[in-house]
């Protein structure tokens, strides 16, 4: 627990002399009580239960004091609440590689049978989008919560050539602010050379009438919606996948990334040529990162079905950092209440 007005807790300081004034109270009390004929009667009478009674009720109030300081000290603690997310985007490689048998039947049924246990499991009221990437990316299907129509826009995706991580990030952001205005064709296929064949993302679209500046939020800020990415490759084609992962970023957007397949990476027939493949851990890595998400490594068909449980996890209930000084204010009230009902009952006054 972490305050944010730590500074007020020095007033924590006082306890102590309450504790010291209610002590002296008592002292002066016993002194101008009246004197008995016989002192040992009186004990008799008033009983161990009676004498420890009368100091419940100042007790409960010297707690209500505690938590009513705590509570002016703004606390904080990370709570696990109901998740916001309520819409995610299944981003899933169907490049030429999910063919390999490394991964039993194959890659692209595995990752098939994982992404269809992950919609159903998850609750009625989060939208579900699928979008699929090889040379170029396609919204499969719209955000939705109809899981039948998810799991058949699962079924029907095909492997395609080339791999485009970066076009998958982009069109999965395009999907989650169809009114933000992403220039999906300017980005994908009117950008200007990059790296290794590639296209950089442009910064220089020009604005239409009326249209206001786009505006940076801090990453990981979006809390009504995520991309999981899945892919079993390297970038081969399409705007870079770290500048894509920059755009996500720049809206708050977490790209929860997965890379599949065994380490050692496997080998696809294709057309009389065999062609190694292995997923670019590194990047997959960078793209978390920088989007304040996190990377998963599924080697194997139960591997990717546990990645996509822990995703379910976290998206279902998220731990957050609250501020709880309504709890310890309701603390404080109940305790001074519960002082005060129990010095009326057994001694008709207040504390």
Known sequence: ??????????????????????????????????????????????GPGQRFRRHVPPLLFLLAMIAMLVAIARPTAVITLPSQQRTIILAIDVSLSMRASDVLPSRLAAAQAAAKE???????????????????????????????????????????????????????????????GIDLESILFGGNSSREGGRSIPTDRSRKAGEEPFKAVPPGSYSSGAIILLTDGRRT???????????????????????????????????????????????????????????????????????????TARFVMEKKDTEITVLFTAIAVVLTAAAGVLSLLWFNRLV
């Open 118 to 180: 992950f919609v159903q499991e998850q609750p009625s009221d989060v939208r579900i989008g699928i979008v699929s990437f090889a040379g170029t990316a396609s919204v499969v299907q719209a955000p939705t919560q109809n899981k039948d129509d998810l799991i058949t826009a699962i079924d029907r995706l095909q492997l395609q050539r080339h791999t485009a991580i970066g076009s998958g990030i982009i069109v999965s952001l395009a999907t989650l602010f169809p009114e933000a």
């Open 1 to 46: 627990m972490t305050f944010l007005w730590s500074e007020v807790l020095w007033l924590l300081l006082a306890v102590p002399g309450l504790v010291g004034a209610y002590v002296l109270l008592l002292r002066r009390r016993k002194k101008g009580a009246l004197r008995y004929a016989s002192l040992s009667l009186v004990k008799a009478g008033i």
């Open 237 to 311: 084609t399409g705007p870079d996948p770290v500048e894509a992962a920059q755009m996500a970023a720049d809206r708050g957007v977490r790209v929860f990334t997965v890379g599949f397949g065994t380490a050692e990476g496997g080998t696809v027939g294709f057309e009389g040529w065999s062609i190694y493949m292995r997923f670019d851990e590194e990047t997959l890595k960078a793209i978390a990162d920088i989007t304040r998400a996190e990377y998963f490594y599924a080697g194997s068909a139960a591997d990717l079905r546990k990645v996509y449980r822990e995703l």
